[in-house]
């Protein structure tokens, strides 16, 4: 299961790279068309679908990876069973929120594809391309999420906390 996980995570990861070059080269192509008297309509506009693409498809290798931004204030005076407590319910309330907002990315793709929705630019690009891989990420997201949560209750280490530990001595 974890082989698994770790292709996921990995997989996720190189669309959010991809989605990355992706607004590089966007960018790059306008600049290089105002050079030349080309206009690359709908740059902008697309790169913003990327950079949500990017942005959602890394959250969940970024929750394994331990480079999730985790506020640390409470957990970081507790040990013991009573660490592994807390750290299960903020989990648990983690994945449900992760859940939630990845039901209703989905959702609100589905139905962007059923209405044919487009963007209002130049291009009418179908808003349910840039929607689905927000919806993936966010599913990604809340897989981590679980893993994580099961991690903890059964007592061993998430994923992320070798991450936050090579943070720390850094």
């Keep these: 299961m974890r082989r698994l996980l770790d292709y996921l995570f990995k997989f996720s990861a190189g669309l959010a790279a991809f989605f990355l070059v992706a607004i590089a080269l966007l960018i790059l192509a306008q600049s290089l068309g105002r050079l030349i008297g080309i206009a690359v309509h709908d740059a902008n506009e697309l790169a913003g679908f990327c950079l949500a693409a990017g942005t959602f498809l890394a959250l969940g290798p970024a929750l394994r990876a331990g480079t ?3 506020v640390m204030i409470v957990l970081s005076h507790l040990r013991g069973g009573l660490r592994r407590v807390i750290e299960s319910i903020t989990l648990l309330a983690a994945t449900f929120l992760g859940g939630y907002f990845a039901w209703w990315m989905t959702v609100l793709a589905e139905e962007s594809f ?9 291009l009418a690009f179908p808003l349910w391309i840039p929607q689905a891989a927000m919806a993936f990420g966010l599913i990604v997201f809340t897989v981590g999420m679980i893993e994580a949560l099961v991690d903890t209750v059964v007592g061993r280490k998430p994923a992320f906390a070798l991450g936050e530990a090579n943070e720390l001595n850094e």
């Design 68 to 70: 999730h931004i985790r």
């Design 114 to 122: 059923s209405y044919g929705d487009t963007s209002p630019g130049v």
